[in-house]
């Protein structure tokens, strides 16, 4: 696979796998072994970059990534999270912690679970607006320093926060949402991101599933699976929403490929320190998501989803309110 660069020179595959799904947030866990396979069909397939988390699970999908991840290690970057609080036994509190000391405390235990010496990006996950972020990026450049992390990331982030952090110990990736599905990263931080010098890491460059044409407005979701709870994945928000599919369903049919592989061929093309995280628990979808890295969209086919998306007004927010809360601007 093609090999892209995000800031301060890391280099990394054109398509990244995000984790989170293998254990976490879209339904009944994935069956251990399994998901091992697929880590590591992963990587013979050429994908270098594995997203997690600790809030995960919590906790079991950074054992998970650093347990299928092991016998490799040397050839992929691990990227992990911190920032948000947890009680005393384990349990997510739903606040946000990203105190100096808690970062480290953090990142000790996240080291321990990848069985790593060493984290290669190590994302805040939602910037606390009780914590500067000057003291933030301070205590990684520490964690850094140590040859604990390798690099430091943002997630979330508004423009001013990625320069404030910036200014301190240089960024090297913004996580953050983004697809034809959402494009608000447009209007906000991707002007910025090119100036600084840092690379810009989409997740749910698939629309969290909606943009492969796999849901419709009759699509159930389990108890704990998020998207039962989002708005934009209620019935009559995935019917209005179907134009979006059928737009890049137009153009897959042009190219014989699918819907999805036409959202991260464009996504893609849009910068070329943009690196997207599909996530799967399947090597059979993992493969098809690969392919979207081998698709090149044609300027007519770029320039026809220019058009035809500016007409489409996507319906339902992409978060409830509590999570809207969380996010920097």
């Known amino acids: 696979m093609d090999k892209r660069t995000l800031g301060?020179?890391?280099?990394?595959?054109?398509l990244g796998l995000g984790c989170m799904g293998m254990s976490h947030g879209l339904g009944p866990a994935g069956d251990r072994d399994e998901m091992i396979g697929v880590l590591r069909d992963a990587v013979e397939r050429g994908v270098t970059l594995f997203d997690t988390a600790e809030v995960y699970g919590p906790f079991v999908n950074e054992e998970l990534v650093g347990a299928g991840l092991a016998p490799v290690r040397d050839q992929v970057v691990i990227a992990t999270k911190f920032g948000f609080a947890f009680d005393a036994d384990g349990r997510q509190t739903g606040a946000l912690d990203s105190r100096p000391e808690h970062i480290?405390?953090?990142a000790d235990a996240s080291l321990r679970r990848l069985g790593t010496e060493t984290i290669d990006l190590f994302y805040q996950h939602r910037v606390d607006p009780d914590v500067p972020i000057e003291e933030v990026a301070g205590a990684v450049g520490e964690l850094i320093a140590a040859g604990k992390v390798r690099h430091f990331g943002l997630s979330e982030a508004g423009a001013s926060?990625?320069?404030?952090?910036?200014?301190?110990?240089?960024?090297?990736?913004?996580?953050?949402?983004?697809?034809?599905?959402?494009?608000?990263?447009?209007?906000?931080?991707?002007?910025?991101?090119?100036?600084?010098?840092?690379?810009?890491?989409?997740?749910?460059?698939?629309?969290?599933?909606?943009?492969?044409?796999?849901?419709?407005?009759?699509?159930?979701?389990?108890?704990?699976?998020?998207?039962?709870?989002?708005?934009?994945?209620?019935?009559?928000?995935?019917?209005?929403?179907?134009?979006?599919?059928?737009?890049?369903?137009?153009?897959?049919?042009?190219?014989?490929?699918?819907?999805?592989?036409?959202?991260?061929?464009?996504?893609?093309?849009?910068?070329?320190?943009?690196?997207?995280?599909?996530?799967?628990?399947?090597?059979?979808?993992?493969?098809?998501?690969?392919g979207g890295a081998d698709l090149t969209l044609?300027?007519?086919?770029l320039d026809e989803i220019e058009t035809a998306s500016a007409e489409i007004v996507v319906q339902g927010e992409r978060y409830n309110e509590a999570m809207q809360a969380m996010i920097d601007r």
């Open 8 to 14: 301060q020179g890391l280099e990394v595959s054109a």
């Open 298 to 301: 044609t300027r007519a086919d």
């Open 104 to 106: 480290k405390e953090v």
């Open 161 to 290: 926060t990625i320069r404030r952090a910036h200014a301190v110990q240089p960024v090297t990736a913004l996580q953050s949402e983004y697809s034809v599905f959402w494009r608000e990263p447009e209007q906000s931080v991707l002007a910025t991101l090119a100036e600084l010098g840092i690379g810009f890491v989409p997740f749910s460059p698939l629309g969290r599933g909606f943009l492969t044409g796999k849901i419709d407005a009759s699509t159930t979701f389990a108890d704990n699976d998020i998207r039962r709870g989002l708005p934009r994945f209620q019935a009559d928000a995935l019917a209005a929403n179907q134009a979006v599919v059928d737009l890049l369903g137009r153009i897959a049919a042009r190219h014989d490929a699918t819907t999805g592989q036409v959202a991260l061929a464009w996504l893609l093309a849009q910068q070329p320190w943009i690196v997207p995280i599909p996530g799967t628990r399947r090597t059979s979808r993992l493969e098809e998501n690969l």
